[in-house]
């Protein structure tokens, strides 16, 4: 029987009716209209990674505003999606999608226009908080649509699809629009697929909601958000700006309340992230996997955006092009990764992902200040082979390794796992980056920009385009390792066997 605490949509216990059976026109349609929200939330986690040089020298954010542009809205995502999938359960799913597209509107016309930092990382986070009703609810709304298995499958497929091809073209599509229109067009583009969304989706989608028992934890969502912003703002702050009480004061608090938060969901009957799951080894590799990989893959390309543009002096359209290879291989791994997992096993397909992604992050190292095109281009392409395994395995690893009614948790928090990554990517890889150029660097200003603006002589240039470049190295290398070590990991810590019992178990 199901449990309704796990499962957001009802599942039939019988075949469905005839006139079911199979999805129609309206079903297909309906697909189409979710895919575009979900495309934007996948899209503006890594649209600025080209755009913000471009950004850097319109507002002058500080180097730690830089950093919380980018941020905020993947950690405004992150903290708060299974939250609101609990609030779509509840309300209606429908309700809360269309509420959540509007706020999402409302956050990207004010970016658009944002006349500070401050303005913009507001919006950002604005954003964050739409965009966190998209995947729960879209995905809920998917299994209402298509009552058959097989549709329901290829359905959720596309989906995956879209959200990782979002990822991959979001820098591209950034590129492509500052050659042409201004910064804030890379928000603006948000608004004909969010007026085109609201306008259509109540004649071609229906409410869903599923019995739950329990209220929504609010202290559980408070300690979540307020113990990451609290260790993120004291890496970011200290990488600019250098170690202070107030900083450690605010990291070590930050541990403790995320300490709390896992006590807290322990002894809650309906927790808000079921911690118990991690008791299965290869439900907590698929988690690690998911947040490393996207860990990496936001460092290297907001790091290698200012490369290409402040160190090489491409121009933002040419950098968007050089950027097509990679995403081109992301998406084509999304496609046929199942595949590879079927002939080598989902255990070493894991492992494939992270040996891609070091060797990937390792080309950078060759860069120079000169040149390093080749060796860009060449990265991409190899760590977008681990990039779209991660995509298409994570969270099918994840659900496969815990028990069927348990699986709806599982999937929650698999999809969390990527938002979080793509955030703490440009807050841990990236703070190493800047602190590395803040004690390396001509000591001018915190950024390379800021640093570039200032400098008066070559020899100044030079020696803030090779402290950035050290930096970006530094960051790599560590990025690499860490990546490379999870690696040996999930070969020596999951056996074959277990693999395979996690899955039958699962199965039957």
């Known amino acids: 029987m199901a449990d309704p605490k796990r499962d957001p949509v009802p599942i039939a216990t019988s075949a469905p009716p005839p006139e079911q059976a199979r999805a129609g026109r309206r079903a297909w349609l309906g697909l189409l209209v979710v895919l575009g929200p979900v495309l934007?939330?996948?899209?503006?986690?890594?649209?600025?990674?080209?755009?913000?040089?471009?950004?850097?020298?319109?507002?002058?954010?500080?180097?730690d505003q830089a950093l919380w542009i980018l941020d905020g809205y993947g950690f405004a995502v992150g903290s708060l999606l299974i939250a609101f999938g609990n609030l779509?359960?509840?309300?209606?799913?429908?309700?809360?999608?269309?509420?959540?597209?509007?706020?999402?509107?409302?956050?990207?016309?004010?970016?658009?226009?944002?006349?500070?930092?401050?303005?913009?990382?507001g919006c950002r986070v604005l954003m964050g908080l739409g965009g966190a009703t998209l995947l729960p609810?879209?995905?809920?709304?998917?299994?209402?649509?298509?009552?058959?298995?097989?549709?329901?499958?290829?359905?959720?497929?596309?989906?995956?699809?879209?959200?990782?091809?979002?990822?991959?073209?979001?820098?591209?599509?950034?590129?492509?629009?500052?050659?042409?229109?201004a910064w804030g067009s890379v928000f603006l583009i948000n608004?004909?697929?969010?007026?085109?969304?609201?306008?259509?989706?109540?004649?071609?989608?229906?409410?869903?909601?599923?019995?739950?028992?329990?209220?929504v934890d609010v202290p559980s969502i408070l300690l979540s958000a307020g113990g990451l912003l609290a260790v993120v703002y004291a890496i970011k702050d200290f990488a600019a700006y250098g170690p202070s009480w107030p900083v450690l004061a605010a990291g070590a608090a930050g541990v403790l309340v995320l300490v709390w938060f896992v006590l807290r969901q322990r002894r809650l009957a309906y927790p808000l992230v079921d911690v118990t799951l991690f008791r299965e080894k290869v439900f907590t590799v698929a988690i690690i996997t998911g947040v490393l990989s996207l860990v990496a893959w936001s460092a290297a390309a907001y790091l290698a955006g200012i490369y290409l543009q402040t160190v090489l002096d491409l121009p933002v359209l040419t950098a968007a092009l050089l950027a097509l290879p990679g995403a081109a291989v992301l998406i084509t791994m999304c496609v046929i990764t199942p595949r590879i997992a079927e002939r080598i096993g989902k255990r070493r397909a894991l492992?494939?992902?992270?040996?891609?992604?070091?060797?990937?992050?390792?080309?950078?190292?060759?860069?120079?200040?000169?040149?390093?095109?080749?060796?860009?281009?060449?990265?991409?392409?190899?760590?977008?082979?681990g990039y779209g395994i991660s995509f298409a395995l994570v969270a099918d690893t994840a659900v496969a390794a815990v028990p069927a009614d348990r699986a709806g948790a599982a999937g929650a928090i698999a999809e969390t796992s990527n938002e979080i990554g793509n955030a703490l990517g440009i807050a841990l890889l990236g703070s190493i980056a800047a602190l590395a150029f803040r004690v390396l660097g001509p000591e001018l200003a915190p950024t390379l920009n800021e640093t570039l603006d200032l400098a008066g002589t070559a020899s100044v240039v030079s020696e803030a385009k090779s402290a950035f470049l050290t930096g970006l190295h530094i960051a790599m290398a560590t990025g690499a390792i860490l990546c490379a070590g999870m690696g040996v990991l999930t070969l020596r810590w999951i056996p074959k066997a277990q693999f395979q019992h996690s899955a039958s178990r699962t199965a039957s």
């Open 137 to 181: 609810s879209g995905l809920a709304v998917l299994g209402e649509l298509f009552p058959n298995p097989r549709q329901r499958s290829q359905a959720i497929g596309v989906f995956a699809a879209t959200f990782a091809a979002g990822f991959a073209i979001g820098p591209v599509i950034g590129g492509v629009l500052l050659s042409r229109f």
């Open 351 to 385: 492992a494939l992902c992270h040996f891609a992604i070091a060797a990937g992050l390792a080309l950078l190292l060759p860069t120079t200040t000169t040149g390093g095109i080749g060796w860009y281009i060449a990265s991409a392409a190899i760590a977008g082979v």
């Open 191 to 215: 608004l004909p697929v969010v007026v085109v969304f609201l306008a259509a989706a109540p004649f071609v989608l229906r409410e869903v909601r599923a019995a739950r028992p329990g209220g």
């Open 40 to 63: 934007l939330v996948s899209m503006d986690g890594s649209i600025l990674f080209l755009t913000m040089p471009t950004i850097t020298h319109a507002l002058a954010p500080t180097a």
């Open 88 to 121: 779509g359960d509840r309300y209606g799913r429908l309700k809360l999608l269309m509420i959540g597209v509007a706020v999402f509107g409302l956050g990207s016309a004010g970016a658009a226009f944002s006349p500070s930092p401050e303005w913009l990382i």
